[in-house]
């Protein structure tokens, strides 16, 4: 995964996004050991990951202000990568600022890790910026040690189908983004639904900690936007 050049637009689709936050080593190896990317994006902090994880990025974003920009700038011209440092005052985070350098490169994937476990207010804006990539044409999956959280679009109609041995753990949660979503229907689930719709004024919890029951299991809704979040403890 050592790449020395940021490769073409027209070559990347896939792309990984290491963000500054708390990431777990030992998963981190595990799940990049078997996956590719066509880009590898560190932002700030996530530069140390890439280290520890002897991980090459093509490209460095973000201000620089805990890894330290004269440090990157020194481990910049050993490592043959490319970056874009922002100043510490500006409107976007880091990750957001990674995200926008993904869309410029032609990403329209993008898993992240070093998204959660760290300070609240970033790890919510960073799930907020799935909503943001998905608008723009990037689809946008956060992972850490216990959690894949990504989105769910009604916008035209939503069918998924889950399989027991393609989860990430065995709890399945979705959490309405918009503030309605309509018509939820959950079939193999332990805990069904049929036509069901969902506030964040008045019961953002009832999908919450679902399981399947059955190997297979299909959901499905009509209108608005939902956060799925696979767990396992």
């Not at 689809?139 to 041995?165: M, P, T």
């Not at 936007?225 to 403890?233: A, G, K």
């Amino acid at each position: 995964m050592n790449r020395p050049f940021l490769p073409k637009a027209e070559e990347i689709t896939h792309g990984l996004i290491v963000s500054g936050g708390p990431v777990d080593l030992t998963f981190a190896a595990g799940f990049l050991k078997n996956r590719s990317y066509e880009l590898v994006i560190a932002v700030d902090a996530g530069l140390d990951t890439c280290l520890k994880l002897g991980l090459t990025p093509d490209l460095a974003v973000g201000d620089f202000d805990t890894f330290g920009r004269e440090r990157m700038e020194a481990l910049k011209e050993n490592g043959h990568f490319l970056s874009e440092v922002h100043e510490p005052r500006k409107d976007e985070t880091d990750t957001e600022l990674a995200v926008h350098s993904a869309l410029k490169a032609g990403c329209t994937h993008a898993d992240v890790l070093g998204a959660t476990g760290g300070r609240l207010d970033h790890e919510l804006s960073n799930i907020q910026l799935l909503y943001q990539g998905k608008r723009r044409g990037l689809s946008l999956e956060l992972y850490d040690a216990k959690n894949r959280i990504y989105l769910l679009d009604g916008s035209d109609g939503c069918l998924k189908v889950y399989h027991r041995e393609e989860l990430y753990g065995p709890y399945i949660s979705f959490l309405p983004l918009t503030e309605h979503v309509k018509g939820i229907t959950l079939r193999g689930f332990l805990y069904p639904l049929e036509q069901k719709n969902i506030s964040i004024l008045e019961n953002p919890g009832l999908c919450v900690s679902n399981e399947l029951a059955e190997s297979t299991g299909v959901m499905s809704f009509e209108k608005g936007i939902l956060i799925c979040v696979e767990s396992r403890d």
